[in-house]
Each structure stands twice: as C-alpha cells, then as structure tokens.
C-alpha cells in the first residue's frame, strides 16, 4: 500500500460521520470481525493500537480521545496496519450507543479505568483496560460488580499473566518442588528523574479538558505529567508499574487478601511536590507467609528485563528492577516480567554455594506476550470464557497497591484488613481512604 501523508490523512478525519475505507479495500472487510473503539491514544494507546492492528479478525472502528490532537497520530497507525480511517469521537459516549461495537480499549490515565470500564459494561460492551485498575479500593470492586451484572469480558492489561512461561512457574510451585512457600519479595528499583510542573497555561484548542479531568478535580491547565504527582489523579510511580509484578506474586503463590499491611519509606530522592513515595516498603501478611513490596526510584544499576536483547538469556538477577523472588523451603526462585523467564535453585549453606536445578527461558519476546494476550482477549469475546487477567484477579491484586499506598498516608501505619468485606474493620480513619475523591457528574455510583 502507498504510504499516506500524514497532513493528507488529517484533512476531514475530526468528527468525522462515517468509517472511510480506502481504495483497494472491499467495503465488506469488516464482516465477522470483532468490532472494537480506542479510548485514549496516547503513548500507551498507541501502542496497543501497533499491537491490535496486526490481527485481522478485527476492525478498529473508533478513535476516542479529550484532545482531539491525538487523532492524527492513532488514526496513522490504523490507516498504515488496515488500510482505513477510523471515526473519531471526543466523547466516548457516542462510541458506547454504538451498538455495533462489541469492545473498547481503555488506555486513558488512571483517573478513567474505573469509571470509563463501568459505563462500557453498563453499555454492553467488552472491555480491555490498562493498568493500574484502579484509583481506589472501592472503585475496583465496583469494576468487578459491573463486569459480573452485565455479563462482560473485562481484561486488564497486566500482560505477563498471557506469557506462556508463567503458567509453568506457577504449576511448579504447585506441585510442591519448591516446599513451603514462606517469603515473595516483589521488586521495582529503578532511576527515575523528578515531575516536571509547568506554569499554568489557557487550555490549547482541540482539548475539552472538563472531560479530559474526567473524574479527578479540574485544577489549572498545565501541559506534561503533573498529575502524576498527586493522590485524585494517580496512585503513585511505584505501584503504577509495580501492580504488574505484584499480580504476578500473587498468581504464583496462590493468595487473595492479607490478614495486616504495614508501609515504610517517604519522598525522600525528589524535591517536585510529589504527594506519593519515591522510597516505598511494604510488609503483608497472609498467615505464615509473608510479601515484601520493595520500590526505589533512586537505582541507576537497576536494569529493566525489558531492554534484553536476547530472549533466551537470563536476567542478572541481583540487578533486574522488575523481578518476583518465591522463597520455599526447598528451592528460591527467581521470575522475571517482561518476558525474563524463571529460574530455581537449590543451595548447600555448609558449602556456601548454590545451584540452578531448573531454568525456564521465555518463548516470547516481551512485545509478543502483548499480542498473545490480545489474543486471549479477542478468543473470551467469542466464548465468553473468563480472560486470562480477568478484571477480579486485577482488583485483589490493586488491592494490595492500595493498601500499601493507605499504610503510607496514615504515617506508615500497621493496618488489619478484613479480606471478606473489603474494609479495614472499625478503622474509621483507615475506611475513609478505600473510596476516592470524584467530580461531579463523573461519580462512580453506588449501584453499578
């Protein structure tokens, strides 16, 4: 196909009516496809749309987007893959009283997980969203409550659970070859530079930034990530990036809710007016097992498994930013995200050494675990089968970012948590922090 102008394909596409399909396309490509809508294009959207636009079994029928300046750059990567434009919609109501869609992607910031998952349930459609799940406790739960009253897929975008080699990690712990499983330690030590704030500026044109608040408070406009430093719009770097290895933690050993939460750490690398931890450590209890949670942003020789070049290869794993470590009595294993595989080894403390006794290498480069859980996703639309992150196993193990996070705003203090009612008991002061803080009209209601 010719390459298109990116100038040209602008021309007319905003608000546009109606699909435009290209020449050289039959107008018919789109029977028996999965129908689907994109809401929110930018990086994160962007990507998965590269990823969505390699199948053929689906049409990407909306662009939806509170800037409508995305449109160009998302609608490129659909017309480059399918060979069509999209329509686009600022508002992504219009997209849900389209009855032809059967699914939308959620990759808006975290502020439109909730909320946005529940009015597409509501609306009848599937739903893939990104991570983290949620704002709050009680927002997730009410994700889980829709999804279950409407009968609908929700996937959620915690892609390791699609990798074919975690499976096999977690039939190992199963089957009892590592013992008594007593300590996980999750990771995500990393550099991380400081939140830049821009001075306050008029909101440029093509952006409804009412909407594009959504939820959170309307604050002044600033360009760039401000809000990630504040609480109403984000749960923090840590445990945005750190809900992936967390769920993977709690896959492999088999746990829901813990019994206590207890937080350490501050803002201690960064001067930027941050509202969340920078050095974050968390201790939860499940019985006799134990899971640390151990986040720096202040770790420059701290390597993403990510940026491996060879599949095949191992990570170091004293220097992988992002890993799980399983201790059982018998064996210590090691799993890496991003596609780093998993490795156990059994020691001699008389001898002072250690050995690998098993080594499971990903079969998948990382961005084709992305497709396979696509994959998962598109297969569950078609049989109605739960997916493989299903949007309940997302909550409980949000939950657990969450509890980390409400430890830390109340002075890192040791809290007990009621698993069965999704509360912290008569804690009153603790229970004041399981719900978020909404805008009106943008409420995530008490009846989903």
């Known amino acids: 196909m010719a390459s298109i ?43 998965l749309l590269t990823s969505l636009v390699k199948r053929s079994d689906v049409e990407i029928r909306y662009i939806c987007d509170a800037d409508s300046r995305c449109y160009g750059p998302a609608a490129e990567i659909v017309v480059e893959g399918h060979g069509y434009k999209p ?110 704030v821009a001075d306050v500026q008029p909101v440029p044109d093509g952006l409804d930034y009412d909407l594009w608040c959504g939820p959170s408070p309307m604050l002044p406009y600033r360009p760039g990530v401000w809000f990630w430093r504040l609480w109403d719009f984000y749960v923090g770097y840590i445990m945005a990036d750190m809900t992936h290895q967390v769920d993977l933690a709690r896959y492999l050993i088999g746990r829901e809710y813990p019994d206590t939460v207890c937080n350490a750490g501050g803002v201690y690398q960064f001067n930027d007016g941050r509202e969340q931890p920078d050095t974050q450590f968390a201790t939860l209890e499940f019985g006799k097992l134990t899971m640390l949670l151990e986040g720096c942003l202040k770790s420059p020789y701290m390597h993403r498994i990510v940026h491996l070049k060879a599949t095949t290869k191992f990570p170091d794993w004293p220097f992988s930013a992002t890993k799980v470590e399983i201790c059982g009595t018998k064996g210590f294993m ?21 050995r690998p006794v098993i080594s499971v290498p990903a079969e998948h480069k990382f961005g084709s675990i992305i497709d396979l859980h696509f994959e998962d996703f598109i297969n569950c639309i078609r049989t109605r089968k739960k997916p493989k992150a299903d949007v309940e196993e997302a909550h409980l193990s949000m939950i657990l970012c969450h509890l980390a996070n409400i430890s830390y705003r109340l002075g890192n203090r040791k809290l007990k948590f009621d698993g069965d009612k999704e509360t912290f008991g008569d804690d ?15 409420i995530v209601p008490d009846r989903v």
Request: glycine share 10%.
């Open 87 to 196: 329509k686009f919609v600022q508002d992504f109501r219009k997209m849900l009283e389209d009855p032809q869609v059967d699914a939308v992607i959620i990759a808006t910031s975290d502020r439109w997980h909730a909320l946005g998952t529940i009015m597409a349930c509501q609306a009848e459609k599937d739903v893939y969203v990104e991570k983290p799940l949620s704002l709050s406790i009680w927002d997730g739960r009410k994700m889980v409550e829709a999804a279950r009253k409407y009968k609908r897929v929700v996937q959620v975008g915690t892609q390791s659970r699609s990798a074919p080699y975690t499976d096999k990690a977690a039939e190992y712990i199963r089957s009892g070859k590592l013992g008594e499983v007593y300590l996980a330690r999750v990771f995500l030590m990393q550099e991380s530079g400081p939140i830049q």
């Open 5 to 47: 102008n990116r100038r040209d394909l602008l021309k007319g596409s905003v608000g546009a009516a109606t699909l435009t399909i290209l020449p050289g396309r039959s107008a018919s490509a789109a029977a028996n496809k999965v129908i689907l809508g994109i809401m929110g294009v930018g990086g994160r959207g962007r990507s």
């Open 428 to 442: 009153a002061t603790a229970n004041a922090y399981l719900k978020a803080n909404y805008r009106k009209p943008w």
């Open 334 to 354: 090691c799993f890496g995200r991003h596609g780093g595989g998993w490795q156990v080894f059994e020691g001699d403390s008389r001898a002072r050494e250690s």
